[in-house]
């Protein structure tokens, strides 16, 4: 059974951190592209950040970019994704997702299987 299993987010102040972390099972990821996504209350769901299956290029969000982090671990079938510096307006239902596609697939219809999301809430 293909699943994909998100943990790690929770209530955080601004400028704090948190790690996620996005658990394969039934598959090996390192034959996929990993994007994270992420859906704020009554808006669509955007790409974050994606890690590329050939060569582990990574895309970011200007949104995040310089303050994200994504990598992945084959070896425990896990990808990750650091986040610094918080801001509330990061506060989302954060999903990770496998794609097949080469590159960087950065739309949700290019993804293949997901997970069933993480709460990410930045407040004081």
């Known amino acids: 059974q293909v699943q994909l299993v998100e943990s790690g987010g929770g209530l955080v102040q601004p400028g704090g951190s948190l790690r996620l972390s996005c658990a394969a099972s039934?598959?090996?990821?390192?034959?996929?592209?990993i994007g994270w996504f992420r859906q704020a209350p009554g808006k669509e769901r955007e790409g974050v950040s994606c890690i590329s299956s050939s060569d582990g290029s990574t895309y970011y969000a200007d949104s995040v970019k310089g303050r994200f982090t994504i990598s992945r671990d084959n070896a425990k079938n896990t990808v990750y994704l650091q986040m610094n510096s918080l801001k509330p307006e990061d506060t989302a239902v954060y999903y990770c997702s496998a794609s097949r596609k080469l590159g960087f697939p950065i739309t949700v219809s290019e993804y293949d299987y997901w997970g069933q999301g993480t709460q990410v809430t930045v407040s004081s």
């Open positions: 039934g598959f090996t990821l390192d034959y996929y592209a």
